[in-house]
Structure formats: structure tokens, C-alpha cells
């Protein structure tokens, strides 16, 4: 976690802001956070009124504040950058939410309509969307089958977010909505939407995809998923290989590797079965891995997986890039042959992507992808059942996943006000 | 996935704090209005400003129909310091070329769609006829507040060219007698200017008059610069320039004492304008004796939003403070202000805070050059201060780049 800044580091960076009009930056945050206004309040020292601002937009403004990949979005299209360096700007609320939270002052909220939403998960998106519906008098109840936070709670590093941090989210929160702890099931998805006005499916993914490949059933192979809920919630009691390969090439395969090496294993070798300009991960997560000393090995494919009662190592193939390109514009990998070698490895981790959990969604109308159809208002194809964050969009963000659950709530609002 | 849906607006829930209160007998949702300026001279800029939060607004300065008002462009140029713009800006505009038929209009149109803020107008003119018509239309038209430009830097429209009403006495005191007489209904303010020896003298010439407030003060008399290959000084029309108005944070300071001057020794409200540009620079123009500050400057520069700062700022800050309304900040600052004679004496010394300092010894070189050469630089470049050379000036304490690093510190007397 990078430290936060001090007060005057706080003021120096506000004072390079432009405060531009109709700023790029607001429209480049999903939430479209009040970004040069929130600045100019540190600015001015009104950073009570800063913080306000930021959370009015972003019901997790300190756990963007912390892990938000702002140089994909804000930060990208930052006016100063064409002069010299962008803002910090995902810094910054993150020192207004810090400093400038009060207790004195709470969001009101205006009088309970009586109608009731039921919101199906507590992650991000859900959490959005229960704070966004709150704002319209709804009674809200969060079904979440865990604690409330979603993948920032469980499965995000806490070198990278901690438990304090996520709490100063949700326990601003806590009061707007009811939370109803428990799985929601085949059984219970029909009784839950009979006693509700609408229901919001915000179930993310929880899901590991597996590779389909020899071995993977063996004992030290982990699902990413399972491997990091385990390392966040019992570091101490987790055993972790001297030697560990994973496999993946995304963002959280580079949290799983770099979690495995802080948790004390002496060798973590990341394979990705592309090149490094294919690897769709951020910036500062990847120099984050190498900095941790993360090895990463590209353009290399596991085949199969060793050992008979515990993994012994990874047999691995060497590929090179083809012509021809995927759905996504990237070259597909093409294995060379007689070029297998073997990683040895006490610990493998599979981080090759995720799917939805639930096997009581079935009626529901699903893209190729496997994530589920909405309309623009987040309709999906069930009467007065939304849809919204990962389970929509796939492996996507924090920040987006809040900005589907707000924008969802207004949809939801509108279409249940305009009832007879 | 980006996915937004199409009626979406966001909803303020952090309820906004009350800071109405009244002065001169007028009721003010807020202390920030817009002072005479570019900003209030078109209708449509004044609504945007009143519907984004503005508590009033003085309409550009207005004459009689036929007055010649001969502007000359550009008129706008800047002080740039360190790097930053408009750190003080210059200009040599006018009075407004709407005359009083559209400034009554004007005023009838705002009176009418915002009742709750105050409409104030600027007025200026040169015979007494000319003065009271003015009032007269202005009241009619309902006008909350009238304000005279006895200021107007680039000009006057008067006997004396060049030298402002505001700078004579008699003409002071006599101008605002006829425009007082002329006003029945509402409150008059006069513009003044820091530009005389002694401001305490106009300001009671002022309230001679019979006049209920003063504005303090309009923009610094200035040259804005000089283009250093031409010899030209800025802002150049064509090889040839004249002396700007200053206005904007580098006139703050001067602002500040003007206001103060004022409020120490004679009992009149006071409009406050001149260097304001965010809310805890209106808490200090309050603190030394303004029942409202006006924005021009910083308007021009960030727009009519800037509102939004300014009234959470002041929200947070009474609420900090404790005070139940703004009128509460009102020359709280004046106690603490005396002569010099009558300053406390004592031996203080300077403390620099090892674990802060960043050794950029800039302390260094200032006391060495410019204090008492009682700093000295280590090898470690953290300097130790010489208490026996030291005198306590605070120079070093002002030069030094990081937050609280070097204090000035009492010490026993031994
Ligand atoms: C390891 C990892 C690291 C990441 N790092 C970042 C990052 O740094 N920055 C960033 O912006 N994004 C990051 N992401 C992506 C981001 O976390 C997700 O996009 C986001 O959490 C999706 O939010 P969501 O609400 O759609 O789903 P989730 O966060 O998955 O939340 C879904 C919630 O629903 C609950 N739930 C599921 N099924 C049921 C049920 N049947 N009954 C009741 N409750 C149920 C779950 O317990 C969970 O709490 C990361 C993702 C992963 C996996
Ligand atoms: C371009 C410009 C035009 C102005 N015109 C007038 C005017 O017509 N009448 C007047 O009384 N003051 C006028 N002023 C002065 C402002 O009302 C204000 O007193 C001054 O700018 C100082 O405040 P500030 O530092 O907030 O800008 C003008 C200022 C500027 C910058
Ligand atoms: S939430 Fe993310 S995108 Fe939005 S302002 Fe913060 S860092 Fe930038």
C-alpha cells in the first residue's frame, strides 16, 4: 500500500490541479466523483466539505481511495499530465476521505416510501445500489451470504486493502440498509422477490474457470479465489509451498503471486502463456509483483500438472505468438513442440478468470460469455429482477461495480414510481 | 463494462447548513454576493450565478443614458507569480455600457424571478440631477441595495479627470449627501478606495452623510508589467499602455487593513471587496469588520462554482467554530489589532524541528544574508540556530518550505 499523503503533500498536489471546467477527469471516473471541486475544497482547507463530495458519488470512496486502478480511468485523461504529470488524484480522496470524515454530519436521508428492494449481495455493486436506493426512501435489504464487501473484503490483498480501511465504507453504510446474512438459494430467490418490489442480483463471480488440465484435481492446486479468501482471512495458518507457480496473466494472478511470496514462499513464478504487452494487467500491480520479486515467465503454457498425492511441479510448454488473433485482438499462443520443460513446486495457483456462482439463476437469459443480459435500465430477463456489477460486466472493478449499482437504483426508482 | 443510465442525477444527501442572517436591514441567504464587475453586467450570467448559490449580486456600474463609455481592449492582464496565474490581475475596464434603461430592467427581471437575493446596483455620475435619477429609477425598479462608485480608478466622470470622488473629501461627503436624500427606501453603500493618505477621514466623511455603508476598498492602482524588449507595459494596445486596477490575492493584504482602519474607528457597516477568493479569506475580511464580502476576481477566473466551496467551507467552519451565524465572525479579529506600541516585549528564539526539516538550508542563507547570521549550516545540512544571535525575527520560519518545521519560541530571560 503506498503510504497516504501528509497534509502538505495533500496541498502541494491540490495546488497543481487546474480545477478545469467540464473536466475529462469526471467524466473518466464511473462514479464521476466531483474530482476538480473535491480538490479545490483540500485546497481551500475545506476538507470536510472535500470528503462530502466524494462520498455523495462513491458509497466506497475509501476503498477506491485505496485500490482504484485510477491510471485507467481519472487519471488517464488528466489535463495536467499534458504538461507535466497527471493528479493524484485517486490520492486525494483518498486524504479527503481520511481527514475529513465527520461524525457530526450525516447524509440525510428523506422520509421511507414503504416499498422494498431486495439487493442479493454485498459487494460493491450491491452496495452502491442499496446506498443509491436509500437515497429515494427505499427499505433495503442486502442478502449477503458473508460479511459485506465483496471481493475487497475477502479476496484483496490486505497488504493492498485492509479490513479498517473497507470498514470505513461499510460501516457508513450500515445504517441505510438492513443486511440479511445468509446465502440466498433456489428456494429462497422466489420468496425473496415475492416479499420485495424489485430485486438486484449483484452475486459477482465466484467462480474459479478451471484450465482443463491434467493433474488439476491434485492436492496443492488452489482455485485463485479459494487460495486468496484463505491467505486474507487465516494468514497464519496458511501453508505455503518454498516453490509456487502461478498460473494466470491477469491482475489477480499477479495479487495471488505476490501474496504467495509475502506469505514467505522463497520462489513464486508467474506463468502467462503470452507476451508482456498482451498481459492486460495495471501498471502498478505488476511493477507491485516484480518489486515484491515476483518472477514472471511469458509465453510459456502449463500441460499438466505433476504428483499423485501432493503437486510436485508443473510441466510446461513454450509457445510463441501466431498470426491469427483471439476476441479480444490478442495474438493466440501457439506451443512449440519439444519444448517441455518442468517447474518444480510444493504450491500451485490457477488464476485464469472467474464465473457466476449460482445455480438458481437458470431461467435467466446469459450472453456467450456467460454473464447475464440486461437492458439499459439493468432490467434482466426475470419481471423486477436487475442485474448489476461483475455478474453483468465480468471481471471488471470496484468503481464501476458501484457506479452500476447507483445508476441501477435510479432506473429501479424510476420504473416502481411511475407504478399506479 | 461501462453502463450508465440515461436519467441519472446525482443526489446531494449531506444537508446543507443554514448561513443566512441579516445586514443592513437585508436579509442574506449567504455572506458571498458578486461584486460589480463583467460577471454581474448580463442577465443571464447573474441568473446562472443566483441559481448556483450566489447570495447577490451588485449589477455592474451604471450612468445616465448618453454618458460616453470608451473602452479600449484588451483591457485584461496579470500578475503571474512563481509559476501561478492571476495571482494579481489588472484591468483597465469601465463602467458598464449598459445604461440605467437596461440596468432597470435588469434589476425588475432578478427582483422577480429570485425575490430571496439581494439585487443590489452600482451607479456613478457627475451632477447631483443625474445622482438622484439614478436612486430614483433604481428604487422604482426594486433595487435591494445601491451602490456608489466614488472609485473608478481609470477615470471619473467628473470635474477632476484622473483622481477619484473618493479622494476628496468634500466631494465625498457632499456626492453621497445628494444620493442619500435622493434614496428613501433602500440602503446606499459608497465605494471607496484605498488610495488616500487617510481612510479613517473618508469613511467618516461617509458617515457624515448620512450614507448607511461603505464598500471597502475597489482594485490597487498598478503597473502590470512591462514587456522588457519593447518597453511597452502590459496589457499593450498597440505600443501603448496606461496604469491597470489591481485586483485578486496579491490586493488581499492591503484589503484586510483597509477594512480594518475602517471598522476600528468608525461605527458603519461595511461591504468588503478587494483579494477574496475563498471561504476562509471572507471569514477574514468578516473577522476585521465586513458584514459581507464580494467576489470578482476569482469568479472571473474559476466561474460561478466556486460557490460550492464557499458555502461548505463556511458550513464546516462554524460548525467547527461553534457560531451560530455567520454575523458571529464580525470583527472578532479587531481586539487582537493595536500600535505597535502596544505589543507585548519578549525574547523568543528560533526552533527548528530536526525530524522535519529536509535540509534545503534556504534558513540558512536568509538569516545569514538578511537576519542576524544565526543559523549555521552542518555537514548533516539539518542547521542549528545560534541562540545567542538570534534575535527571534521569524524570518527563517517564513522562508522554510515545510509545515511547522522552525517555530519561534519563548525563552526564559535569564
Ligand atoms: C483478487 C482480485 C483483486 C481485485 N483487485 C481490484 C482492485 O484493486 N481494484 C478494483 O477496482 N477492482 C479489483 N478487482 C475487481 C473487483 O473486486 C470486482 O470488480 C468487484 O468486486 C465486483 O463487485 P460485485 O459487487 O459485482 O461482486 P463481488 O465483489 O464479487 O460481490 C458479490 C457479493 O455477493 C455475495 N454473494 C454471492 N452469491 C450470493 C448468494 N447466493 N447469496 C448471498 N450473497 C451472495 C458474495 O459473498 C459477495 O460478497 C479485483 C478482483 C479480484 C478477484
Ligand atoms: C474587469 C473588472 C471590471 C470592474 N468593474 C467595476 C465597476 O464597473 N464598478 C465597480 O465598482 N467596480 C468594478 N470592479 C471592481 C470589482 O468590483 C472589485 O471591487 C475588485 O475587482 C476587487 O475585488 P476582487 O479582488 O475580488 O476582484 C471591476 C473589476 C474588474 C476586474
Ligand atoms: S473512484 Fe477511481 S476513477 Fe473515480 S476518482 Fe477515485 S480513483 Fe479516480
Known sequence: ?????????????????????????????????????????????????????????????????????????????CT????????????????????????????????????????????????????????????????????????????????????????????????????????????????????????????????????????????????????????????????????????????????????AKRLGAERVTLIYRRGEREMRVWKSELEEARRQGVEVRFLTNPVAFLGTKRVEGVKCRETILGK??????????????????????????????????????????????????????????MANVYAVGDVIAGEGTIVQSVAHGKHAAQAIHHQLSERP | ????????????????????????????????????????????????????????AILKTTSIEGTRVDLCYPMMSTFDHDGRRLFGMGNIDLISEHHIDVVERNVRTLKQEFPEKVVGASIMAGRKDDWQRLVER??????????????????????????MLAQSLSATELTARWVKEAARRVPVSIKITPHVTDIVEVARAVKRSGCDALTASNSIQALMGIDIRTFTPYPSLGGKSTYSGMTGPAIKPITLRTIAEIARNVDIPILG?????????????????????????????????IIDDLTSGMGHYLEEMEFRSPREIVGKALPHIGSHDDLPRRTIRSKIDRRLCIGCDQCVVACRDGGHMAIDARPDRIPVVNDDRCVGCGLCQHVCPVDNCIRMEEIAIQ
Open chain 1, 1 to 77: 500500500m503506498p503510504p497516504s499523503l501528509s497534509h502538505q503533500q495533500a496541498r502541494i498536489e491540490a495546488e497543481r490541479c487546474l480545477f478545469c471546467f467540464d473536466a475529462p477527469c469526471v467524466k473518466a471516473c464511473p462514479t464521476h466523483i466531483r474530482i476538480p471541486m473535491f480538490i479545490a475544497m483540500i485546497r481551500s482547507g475545506n476538507v470536510k466539505g472535500s470528503a462530502e463530495l466524494v462520498r455523495t458519488s462513491n458509497a466506497l470512496a475509501m476503498t477506491c481511495g485505496t485500490v482504484c486502478p485510477e491510471e485507467i480511468f481519472c487519471q488517464s485523461v
Open chain 1, 324 to 381: 491469427k488473433k483471439d476476441r479480444s485482438g490478442r495474438p493466440i499462443p501457439v506451443e512449440v513442440k519439444g519444448s517441455d520443460f518442468v517447474l518444480e513446486a510444493e504450491m500451485v495457483i490457477i488464476a485464469v478468470g472467474q464465473t457466476i456462482r449460482a445455480d438458481w439463476l437458470g431461467e435467466l437469459k446469459r450472453r456467450a460469455s456467460g454473464y447475464l443480459v440486461v437492458d439499459e435500465r439493468f432490467r434482466t430477463s
Open chain 2, 273 to 305: 471587496t478587494g483579494g477574496a477568493s475563498t471561504w476562509s479569506d471572507a471569514v477574514e475580511f468578516m473577522s476585521v469588520g465586513a458584514g459581507v464580502v464580494q467576489f470578482c476576481t476569482a469568479v472571473m477566473h474559476h466561474g460561478f462554482r
Open chain 1, 80 to 259: 495536467r499530465g499534458k504538461q507535466d504529470q497527471p493528479i493524484q488524484i485517486r490520492e486525494k480522496h483518498q486524504y479527503a476521505t481520511t481527514h475529513g470524515e465527520s461524525s457530526k454530519r450525516k447524509p440525510a436521508l428523506p422520509p421511507r416510501t414503504g416499498k422494498r428492494v431486495a439487493v442479493i449481495g454485498g459487494g460493491p455493486s450491491g452496495l452502491g445500489c442499496a446506498f443509491e436506493l436509500a437515497k429515494f426512501g427505499y427499505r433495503v435489504d442486502v442478502y449477503e451470504e458473508k460479511k459485506p464487501g465483496g471481493v475487497p473484503r475477502n479476496s484483496i490483498p490486505s497488504y493492498r486493502l485492509n479490513d479498517k480501511q473497507l470498514e470505513m465504507d461499510t460501516k457508513l453504510l450500515s445504517s441505510f440498509f438492513t443486511i440479511k446474512r445468509g446465502p440466498v438459494s433456489a428456494r429462497t430467490f422466489d420468496k425473496v422477490r415475492a416479499s420485495h418490489d424489485a430485486a438486484v442480483l449483484a452475486i459477482g463471480l465466484g467462480e474459479d474457470r478451471t484450465l482443463g488440465v491434467k493433474g488439476e484435481d491434485v492436492k496443492g492446486v488452489y482455485p485463485v479465489l479459494e487460495f486468496l479468501e484463505r491467505a486474507k482471512s487465516s494468514p497464519r495458518t496458511m501453508k505455503i509451498g518454498k516453490r509456487v507457480v502461478v498460473v494466470g496473466g491477469g491482475n489477480v494472478s499477479l495479487d495471488a503471486a505476490a501474496t
Open chain 2, 1 to 56: 463494462m461501462r453502463m450508465e443510465y440515461k436519467n441519472f442525477k446525482e443526489i446531494p444527501i449531506y444537508p446543507k447548513r443554514d448561513l443566512s442572517y441579516d445586514f443592513l436591514g437585508l436579509h442574506w441567504e449567504n455572506p458571498f454576493i458578486l461584486a460589480a464587475a463583467p460577471s454581474t453586467d448580463d442577465l443571464d450570467m447573474v441568473r446562472r450565478a443566483f441559481k448556483a448559490g450566489w447570495s447577490g
Open chain 2, 138 to 163: 433604481l428604487e422604482n425598479a426594486g433595487v435591494d441595495l445601491i451602490e456608489c462608485s466614488f472609485s473608478c480608478p481609470q477615470g471619473n466622470i467628473g470635474e477632476d479627470p484622473g483622481k
